[in-house]
């Protein structure tokens, strides 16, 4: 009788993760030539690792449409698990790395624009004064950038309203919105509650959703739109009379105390309410470090909020 085959043995992978990688180069740079030049390898050599990938597999992942190679339905779907697969990979190696040299010697934060930064440069001096040693950098981002800076792998933690698909965040705080405008803005002037038409006609100032792939079509209620990249920026518009905004209370508590901001009596109520979570994007491979930065993070909200 033959000798049967352990489940490990019978499932082992045929394709190596260079021959995936290749394959996903392929795709994500644009043929053959690129790929190579990406990787670093010679052409032929990328062609051959695709090709015998496909031979293994028996299937074709690239048909010719006009001059270009383009992903066949089979292909398509062998990129997705592939990059899925690479990322895995990439995601092990990290934590292996993490893991083997201890204390981290750096941190990536991103921090959606809303949170409190005094409270934030609280909790890194802190971190600091207990590991003088570890670089901490500071990607400060704006709607979707920070979903983007998660899903990129390139932070180890993060601090945003938004959880991206897939992943689960722990509620920290939450953030109070409140429609403003210089007191001499016309808003101000109407004698009555503002409504949302009202808004329409005057000039809104944003700031621009800091994603490399940002919705350019993203809605804003109003026909007239400055677009800032800073939130200091649009602040500053706004206290000269430029337009209105909707910010965060803590943001600017200096210019409603000196007169250069006042809530608009929006219908309907004047403030929104948004969440912010603390997220690891891999919570397997946060190293001591950033698990520390993070108990920080949440003794110092707690403590706010006694």
Known sequence: MAARRSPTTASAPRITLEQWRC????VDEGGYAQAAEA??????????????????????????QGRKAALTPTGQMLYRRARSLLDDASAVERAARKISAGWEAEIALAV??????????????????????????????????????????????????RIPPGMTGERLMPVTFIAVAHPSHPLHKLGREVTMRDLRNHRHV????????????????????????????????VSRGYGFAWFPEDKIRSELKEGLLKPLPVRGGSERVAEIYLIFPDRDAAGPGTLRLAEIIREA?????E
């Open 23 to 26: 394959l996903v180069a392929v």
């Open 39 to 64: 990787l670093n390898k010679s052409q032929s050599s990328v062609t051959y690792a695709v090709q015998k990938l496909q031979s293994m597999l028996k299937v074709r992942a690239f048909e010719i």
């Open 112 to 161: 959606e624009i809303l949170f409190p930064m005094w409270l934030l440069l609280d909790c890194l001096n802190r971190f600091g004064k207990e590991s003088p040693h570890t670089r901490i950098e500071v990607f400060e981002t704006v709607i979707e950038g920070t979903s983007e800076a998660i899903g990129s792998g390139a932070v180890d933690l993060a601090l945003s309203p």
């Open 206 to 237: 944003v700031v621009r959703d800091s994603a490399f792939k940002r919705d350019k079509q993203a809605a804003i209620e109003a026909n007239q739109r400055w677009t800032v990249s800073n939130m200091a920026t649009s602040i500053g518009a």
């Open 301 to 305: 909200v707690r403590k706010c909020g």
